[in-house]
T-cell receptor
Framework: DAGITQSPRHKVTETGTPVTLRCHQT?????MYWYRQDPGHGLRLIHY???????DKGEVSDGYSVSRSKTEDFLLTLESATSSQTSVYFC????????????FGSGTRLTVV | TQLLEQSPQFLSIQEGENLTVYCNSS?????LQWYRQEPGEGPVLLVT?????EVKKLKRLTFQFGDARKDSSLHITAAQPGDTGLYLC?????????FGDGTTLTVKP
C-alpha cells in the first residue's frame, strides 16, 4: 500500500549518534503515530500527532522526539541513540479516532551498535 | 502490566485444520481490532469490533467480541498456508490503544 511510506527501511548507527526516521503519507489523514515493536513487548506507542505541530507523548517516549511541520510528514528523532533503542519502528495513520483502526507502514529496522 | 493477553503464543497446524486464537483482558474496551502481520511488513487491519457480542466474518475468518467487551476470539476455518503470520489484537480504551503480543500461526501445506 503506497499510502504510507517509511524511510529508511534499514539503518545501522552507532551509540550516541542522532537518528531521524521519516514517515510520509498520501492519505491526508489527521492522525499519525510512531510505534516500536520488540519481542515480548508487542507494539508500544512512542509519540503521536493529531495535526500539524500538534504532538503528544506515548508510553515509551523517553529519548525520542517528533516533529510534524506538514500533514503528510511525521519525523521521529532519536536524540542520542542507545542500544536499548534497537528495534523495529512502525509509523501508522488513522483517518479519525483510533476506533477505526490503523494503517501501518512497512517499518524501519534500526540497529544501534 | 499486560492489558491484553493473547493465546496461544505459537500455533502450528496442518492445512485444512480449524483453529481459534484468543485475546483476553480484565479491562473493558470501547473497540477491538485484529491485525495480521507478515515478516518484514507492518500489521494489516483485518476487522474492528465495537459492540459486545458482535460477530464479524471475513471469508474463512470469524471474529467475536465478548459480551462484556473484555475479550475477543478469532476462528479460522480450513486454514491455508497463506494464513501464516502474526495475529495481533488491539483494544481501545479511554482514547488509548493497547496491543497484545500476538499469536504466531504457521500453517503447513
Amino acid at each position: 500500500d503506497a499510502g504510507i511510506t517509511q524511510s529508511p527501511r534499514h539503518k545501522v548507527t552507532e551509540t550516541g549518534t542522532p537518528v531521524t526516521l521519516r514517515c510520509h503519507q498520501t492519505e491526508n489523514h489527521r492522525y499519525m503515530y510512531w510505534y516500536r515493536q520488540d519481542p515480548g513487548h508487542g507494539l508500544r506507542l512512542i509519540h503521536y500527532s493529531y495535526g500539524v505541530k500538534d504532538t503528544d507523548k506515548g508510553e515509551v517516549s523517553d529519548g525520542y522526539s517528533v516533529s510534524r511541520s506538514k500533514t503528510e510528514d511525521f519525523l521521529l528523532t532519536l536524540e542520542s541513540a542507545t542500544s536499548s533503542q534497537t528495534s523495529v519502528y512502525f509509523c501508522a495513520i488513522s483517518e479519525g479516532d483510533r476506533e477505526v483502526g490503523y494503517t501501518f507502514g512497512s517499518g524501519t529496522r534500526l540497529t544501534v551498535v | 502490566t499486560q492489558l491484553l493477553e493473547q493465546s496461544p503464543q505459537f500455533l502450528s497446524i496442518q492445512e485444512g485444520e480449524n483453529l481459534t486464537v484468543y485475546c483476553n483482558s480484565s479491562s473493558v474496551f470501547s473497540s477491538l481490532q485484529w491485525y495480521r502481520q507478515e515478516p518484514g511488513e507492518g500489521p494489516v487491519l483485518l476487522v474492528t469490533v465495537v459492540t459486545g457480542g458482535e460477530v464479524k466474518k471475513l471469508k474463512r475468518l470469524t471474529f467475536q467480541f465478548g459480551d462484556a467487551r473484555k475479550d475477543s476470539s478469532l476462528h479460522i476455518t480450513a486454514a491455508q498456508p497463506g494464513d501464516t503470520g502474526l495475529y495481533l489484537c488491539a483494544g481501545e480504551r479511554a482514547g488509548k490503544s493497547t496491543f497484545g503480543d500476538g499469536t504466531t500461526l504457521t500453517v503447513k501445506p
